[in-house]
């Protein structure tokens, strides 16, 4: 784990374990205690969305999640929101299909920020390299409940994609302590949990048990 004020190379950054917080899945506990908790259990990156509540909510919390993450010296990504990213200086922001163009990201961001892009196609995923992405997440690999407008992408053509790229590739989508060890197979760089860390009762026993599995 990094010191507090370390700076992060985006060159060295490890997609190993990748956290995408949502605080439905945390039957009312503590959502930054509850980072806190998958942290010291030893993920790598921590996305953070915020899909409900205003900008003005989405920007606070984001602030205590970034002292929180720079504290413990893991990378924060924030999800969408390129405004949002640049408020709060996190290391990086993850875009959608339908959120900004990864090169508009890049001239707002600057070459020292993270980008990331979801893509469920080799065509997306070969753009998104083309356009200056730093990785990109692939899925949905299976069934998940924790986002509704996911589309299907087998671990076949996640093989594909990962063997088309040169940058770093994050699996996701209903991932599992169970079904991780066949998505990692495929030979990408990380896998992207929500509920396989978030939703268990012991959240740093879980994310520690999924550090062991690689």
Known sequence: MKSRNERHNKQNISYRLYLVSDEGVLGGRDFLKSLEAAILGGITVL????KEGSSQAFYH???????????????LIINDRVDIALAVNA???????????????????GP?????ASTAT?????????????????????PTATKNNTRSVSLERLRIIKNSLCIPVVGIGGLTKENIPSVLNTGVDGVAVVSAI???????QAAKDLTKIH
């Open 47 to 50: 996305q953070l969305r915020h």
């Open 61 to 75: 919390r984001a602030l205590k999640v970034k002292k929180l993450t720079e504290y413990y010296g893991v990378p």
């Open 91 to 109: 290391e990086g922001v993850h875009l959608g299909q339908q959120d900004l163009p990864v090169t508009v990201a890049r001239r707002l961001l």
């Open 112 to 116: 020292d920020k993270i980008i990331g």
């Open 122 to 142: 080799v065509q997306e995923a070969k753009e998104a390299e083309a356009e200056g992405a730093d990785y990109i997440g692939v899925g949905a690999l299976f």
């Open 198 to 204: 978030l939703a268990q009762e012991d959240i740093q």
